[in-house]
Nanobody, 128 residues
Framework: QVQLVESGGGLMQAGGSLRVSCAAS????????LAWFRQVPGKGREFVAA???????YYAEFVEGRFTVSRDNAKNTVYLHMNSLKPEDTAIYYC??????????????????????WGQGTQVTVSS
């Protein structure tokens, strides 16, 4: 069982930067595929970014180079660095984990169903 706990959300002004973190339990963190999704009220979860166990990263198109996903295997933590925040980035941000499943089809990592473990989410609000 993997437990994920997000932190670092908050209220930011448009154009600002924020880093959200997700601490994970488990002895095999380095083998996890990790992702960030976000959700606004009334809509489903939306893929934001992923970093798989090889270190390869994937991003949603709307990120447009503004966000960076990274991981620190020594700290069992994954990060999402968000720059140039926009009001439309307002959402609850969730981290998710999958235990070392590899697919040559990159779209696999964009799918919510790929991930078995989820955190409780952290609210990010961007004001205009």
């Amino acid at each position: 069982q993997v437990q994920l706990v997000e932190s670092g959300g908050g209220l930011m002004q448009a154009g600002g930067s924020l880093r959200v973190s997700c601490a994970a339990s488990g002895r095999t963190f380095s083998s996890y595929n990790l992702a960030w999704f976000r959700q606004v009220p009334g809509k489903g979860r939306e893929f934001v970014a992923a970093i798989i166990f090889t270190g390869t990263t994937y991003y949603a198109e709307f990120v447009e180079g503004r966000f960076t996903v990274s991981r620190d295997n020594a700290k069992n933590t994954v990060y999402l660095h968000m720059n140039s925040l926009k009001p439309e980035d307002t959402a609850i941000y969730y981290c998710a984990a999958d235990e070392r499943t590899y697919s040559s089809d990159s779209s696999y990592y964009y799918q919510e169903s790929t991930y078995d473990y989820w955190g409780q989410g952290t609210q990010v609000t961007v004001s205009s």
